[in-house]
Structure formats: C-alpha cells, structure tokens
C-alpha cells in the first residue's frame, strides 16, 4: 500500500458513508452535514487527481457557499425531523433495490464502455499537478462564451432570488 | 509512487451517482431531496475530473467549473422558491404540496 | 519503518506541525492577556495584574478554571452536533496557519522549506476554502443548542459571514491581479523593491482601497467589535455560545483568536510584504532590530524586577528576563541573525495588525444589524468591484494601448 491508495481508499469510504448518511438520516441538519462530508472527500479526491484549483473551488463554492446557505434555509424554517408518510408505495419498495441496480450497471457500463475499456486499467496521464495558469488560459480562451454566459446566468439567478424573497406589499 | 487507477475513480463516481438517486427517490423533504441532486453533481464532478486526467486534458476541469457555478446558481433559486413554498404551505414535505396531483 | 523511509516528508511535516501547535497555542493564551491589557490601558486601566508579574500568569489561571468548569449540554440539544461545533471551528481556524509562510523558503532543514509547512502553489485559494467552512461552526453551535437566542446568534452570525466573504474575496483579487500569482510566498516576493528608494514596494500602496475593503470586512468576518452582532450580549445573551461551558466555550474563544491571527497574517503577506524588511538592504545596521529590541526588553524588565515586583512576581520576572536576554544574545550570532530577520518582520507586522484590531474593539461602538448588512452589501461590495475594475484596467492599459 502506498499513500495515494490509502488517501484513496480512506476518502472514498468517507465519500460513501457520507451519501449514505444523507439518506439515513432524519434531521435535515445530519443530511446536510453528511453531505458536506462527501463533497470535502471528494475535494481531497481531486487534490490526489492532480487538479488543485478545482478542489479548492469544489471547497470554496459547494462546501462554503452551497451548504452553508442549505444550513442555514434549514435553520431559518427550523425544518424539524422529516416524517415518513407513505403515500408512494412503489418509492418504498423498489427505491433502494433500483438505486443499487443502477448504480452498478453505471459502473459497469462506465468501464466496460469504448472510452472506458481504453482507459479502465490506464494509470492516466502523469503524477504532475495542474496549473492553473493553464487552466485559466484554457477558460478565458477557449471557453470565453460559455463562461461569459455563466456570469449573466448568475445575475439572472440573483435576481430570481431577490423577487421569490422580496416580500409583497 | 504509483497512481490509483482511473478506474477506481469512476467507480466511486457511479456508485456515489446511484445513492444520489436513492436519495432523491426515497426522501420526503424538498431540501434533502436537492441535497441529492448536488450529491449527483458531485458524483458527475468526479468523473470529469478523473476523465480529464485520463486524457490529460483540461477540458473536463473547465467543465466542472462551469457545472460548479450553475449549481451555485441553481441553489441559490431553489431555495428562495423553497422559502417561498414554505411560506404558503407551512409544510416541507414533498407529499403534501399536492395541489397540481390529479 | 518502511513507510516511513519511504515518504520523508510525513516526518518533517509532522515535526513543523507539532512546533506551530505548540508556539500557536502559547500565542492564543497570551492574545486573551495582551487584548486585555491593550484595552485596559486605553480605558485608563491596569487589566490583570494580579496573577503573576503584570498579569503575566492569568492566561495559565483562565485554562484552569475552564478546564475545572462544569461541562453542561442543554437538555434536548442535539449531542453530535454540539459537540461536533467547536471542534469544526477551533480546527479550521488553526489549519489555514499551516498555508502561512512565517519567513523565506530560503531557510530550510533536510532540504525542505521550514518555515512553512504547507507552501501549495495556490495557498490563498486553499486559505480561503478552509475559512469559508469556518461558518459552519457558529451555525451549528447555534442550532444544536436547541435555544433561541444561540439560534438568533447563529443565524445572524452564518448571514454576515456570508455577505462579508464575498467583500473579503473580491478586496484580495486586486492583489492577485497585481502579483500575477496564488501562491503566497511568490506573492511577497513581488513586493520587493522600493520606491524613491526608501518607501518599501508593498501592495499596500497601490491598493490602499483593497486593504481598507479588506480590513473592513475581516473584521465582520471573524465576528470582532464593531461588527460582533452575533455575541452582542445586550440583545442576545451571548449569541452562538450562549450555551457552552467549560473547555468547550474556551474552544470557541481560541478560535476565534486564530481566526484574528490568520487574518492579520493573510493582510501581512497581501498587502505589507509578508517577510520582507522594510528597509532597504544598504541599512544594514536594521539587521540588528531583533537582539537590540529584545536586549531592551531585558533591560526594562530588570528594571521592574528590581524596583517594582514584590515575592513570586520577583522570581517570575527573573525569569522572564533572562530568557529575553539569552534569546537576543543568541540572535546575535550571524547565523540565527540571518534566520530571525524573516519571522521576526513578519510577526511585528501581525502584532501590528493584532493591535489594530484591539484597537477598533475599544473605541468603535457596535452596528446595528440593518447597518451592518446594508454597509457589506451596498457600500462595501461596490467599492471592492471598483478597485478590483480600475487595477485590471491599469494592468491591462498598456497593452491595450500597444494594440490600438
């Protein structure tokens, strides 16, 4: 075993138990948390991957920003202990058993695909980091227009918010 | 110092994909039930990231950046319609805001 | 053993991570003494003064009497959660010290950069992502507490950290742009230099209304005075912490220390050169700074030893004076002299800032809440864009005008 196995490892049993407790859980807060879990791992997942900017972006935007403002709609309608009403029976029964189901033919097909069976075993390019002076030429080069829609999609987003909370007069 | 293989990413990346979807199946309330739709971008995240170093290219990197700011956007709205429906219903369960079922 | 030989850099990471915890946890302790004696002496005050020479041992009595406190969980609180709260925030505030770079990576042992003990090339991003899940400390102590005004505090408290993070964010992008770089100790190293071949070449001077965007609203971010509406005890009891005792409430004191001392250091590094020393290198007498300060400070405290302590206090200070005296001989060796020049500017710098903010804390009166807001969101914010607009612009003039 050497240590990127053992990050690996360690992250991504953190990573499933995290999602897992999203689902188990019945306060709100405890999915919350739970998922903040998942998406620090998944950071760290990223930093063993090579890409630095993005792992800290993942941290910065979902773990800081998302989460805390899911946190804290939480706390603010005071949302208690979800209950457990059975209206669909089909969701009860057939929910968990398909979401496994899924999830493996996922991984299956992932793997067993045309790109998958290319890169499956590949090691994957080299153990350098990426740059972010790279990464950022790439995003205002290439990828000018999508990231300039970006922008007015979030001053759309901002503005949605503000009318939904803007309170009638 | 070896490298994990990529495989191992993708697999975590569909399993995490799969409890998203159980979770956005078999939860009642609207704010776990988002939680699990960020749990599945995440999912998708990770295996941008583990394709773009398959590949080594930054093209996937890019891409998660992009579907970063659009959930950062998306949440931001979902909430404030979450409040809102809150504020209407007094209620966050997903089964009782039912005036649109036939 | 295998492991071990293998990966080197486990060891020597583990050894600076052990000295920092140990010099940050003393620095915490003696934060809450310095505070008060600051604030007492501007209050025309003495502050502690009893336990030991100047109050010196209070912070030793403070530990003591929490460690011997009653632990208390409120009934119907949540456990996991409340316990999980103040532990979140004292361990994020002490991890972004680790990103800090204390003095040159010219200074080194077993070939690796001791005086830092993570140098990431993107550090500030990763400062900022572990301050930015600091939030999640107050709220949930706020939540868990199963109590209103914890709620109302934690609240208030996730709010303004929010709106003040992205203020915070925007003031430090213009010093990004300048120095063309994330990584903290390539950022100080862009501020070498001097102008008129005095004044020191620090981002402070170009990007005057960055620092003050900055300063502003990382005070709000760590909850200090003016902006401490989350504690403001006259409203809401004791805010987030209403509820904690003991170990546990001192747990949040400590961090919210750390969190000052990270964000002086982050101003030091951005703005005031980090490391580098103010003056110019042809002032080679400046080098002399540290043992002379220190030998001074013997001095003064044999002074007091001598006409002004009484019993224990005497042997305390006895004490006290010759470590200061042994320390500042030992910086006149050249080289401790030549190791001590980057920490010890760096740390004057911080001590500066630490100043300041104690400073603020005894003369301005706290905001009310809707002040507080509207100040982040429709003064603050804005003119944080402003700058962060005219320095591209000017960076990005000249090559505009060479185009057209």
Not at chain 1, 130 to 146: M, W
Not at chain 3, 95 to 103: C, R, V, Y
Request: proline letters at 4%; a neutral charge.
């Amino acid at each position: 075993m050497t240590l990127p196995f053992i990050m690996f490892f360690v992250c991504a049993a953190l990573a499933v138990i995290g999602a897992l407790t999203l689902i188990l859980a019945r306060e709100p807060i405890h999915s919350a948390l739970a998922l903040v879990l998942v998406m620090v791992s998944l950071a760290v997942l990223y930093l063993l991957l090579g890409a630095e900017f993005i792992a800290a972006v993942q941290i910065i935007v979902y773990a800081g920003a998302i989460m805390v403002l899911f946190v804290f709609v939480i706390m603010l309608l005071n949302a208690g202990v979800e209950e457990r009403t059975d209206y669909s029976k089909l969701a009860k029964f057939a929910g968990l058993p398909l979401g496994i189901f899924l999830s493996l033919a996922l991984a299956y097909w992932m793997l067993e695909s045309f790109i998958g069976k290319q890169i499956a075993n590949g090691l994957g390019g080299t153990n350098a980091s990426v740059s972010t002076r790279e990464l950022s030429a790439q995003l205002f080069q290439k990828y000018l227009f999508p990231f300039e829609a970006t922008s007015i999609l979030i001053l759309i987003a901002i503005l949605g918010a503000l009318v939904l909370a803007k309170k009638d007069e | 110092m070896s490298i994990v293989p990529i495989s191992y990413y993708l697999v975590l990346s569909a399993v995490l994909f799969g409890l998203g979807i159980v979770a956005f199946v078999v939860k009642r309330n609207i704010i776990t039930i988002f939680m699990a739709i960020e749990l599945m971008l995440n999912a998708v995240n990770l295996a941008f990231v583990a394709f773009a170093r398959a590949h080594n290219q930054l093209d996937g990197l890019v891409f998660v950046f992009f579907v970063i700011v659009v959930a950062a956007a998306e949440s931001a709205v979902g909430l404030a319609i979450i409040i809102t429906v809150y504020q209407n219903r007094q209620t966050l369960n997903l089964e009782r805001i039912n005036l649109l079922k036939f | 053993m295998d492991f071990i030989t293998q990966h080197p850099v486990l060891v020597v990471s583990l050894a600076k991570i052990v000295g920092l915890m140990f010099v940050l946890m003393t620095t915490l302790a003696y934060l809450s003494w310095f505070e008060r004696k600051v604030i007492a002496h501007i209050q025309s005050r003495w502050g502690p003064y009893y336990v030991g020479a100047h109050g010196l041992l209070q912070p030793l009595a403070d530990g003591v009497k929490f460690l011997f406190k009653e632990d208390l969980t409120p009934p119907g609180a949540d456990r996991f959660v409340y316990i999980l709260a103040p532990m979140l925030a004292l361990t994020l505030a002490m991890t972004t010290l680790a990103l800090i770079p204390f003095g040159p990576p010219s200074v080194q042992w077993l070939g690796e950069s001791t005086l830092i003990v993570a140098d990431s090339s993107i550090g500030l991003m990763f400062v900022f992502a572990i301050t930015s899940i600091g939030v999640y400390g107050v709220a949930l102590a706020g939540w868990s507490s199963n109590s209103k005004y914890p709620l109302l505090g934690g609240l208030r408290s996730s709010a303004q950290m929010i709106s003040y993070e992205v203020a915070l964010t925007l003031a430090v992008v213009g010093v990004v742009l300048l120095s063309g770089t994330l990584n903290f100790n390539e950022m100080i190293q862009s501020q070498s230099g001097y102008y008129l071949h005095f004044v020191p070449r620090w981002n402070v001077v170009p990007q005057i209304v960055g620092f003050l965007c900055y300063f502003m609203s990382a005070v709000a971010e760590t909850n200090r005075a003016p902006f401490d509406l989350p504690e403001g005890e006259t409203e809401l009891v004791g805010g987030f912490h209403t509820e904690y005792s003991s170990f546990k409430f001192a747990m949040f004191f400590m961090a919210e220390y750390a969190n000052m001392i990270t964000v002086s250091c982050l101003a030091t590094i951005l703005f005031f050169g980090g490391w580098l020393s103010p003056f110019p290198e042809s002032w080679t007498f400046m080098r002399y700074l540290p043992p002379v300060g220190l030998l001074a400070l013997a001095v003064y405290l044999a002074y007091d030893t001598v006409v002004l302590a009484r019993g224990i206090a005497r042997i305390q200070l006895i004490v006290v004076t010759a470590g200061a005296l042994v320390i500042g001989l030992a910086c006149l060796h050249p080289v401790v002299l030549a190791i001590i020049q980057g920490p010890f500017w760096f740390l004057l710098k911080v001590g500066l800032i630490m100043f300041f903010y104690v400073w603020t804390r005894a003369t301005l009166p706290r905001l009310r809440y809707d002040q507080l807001m509207s100040f982040g969101w429709k003064f603050l914010l804005p003119v944080a864009l402003a700058n962060l607009v005219i320095t591209a612009l000017v960076k990005v003039w000249p090559m505009l005008v060479n185009h057209g």
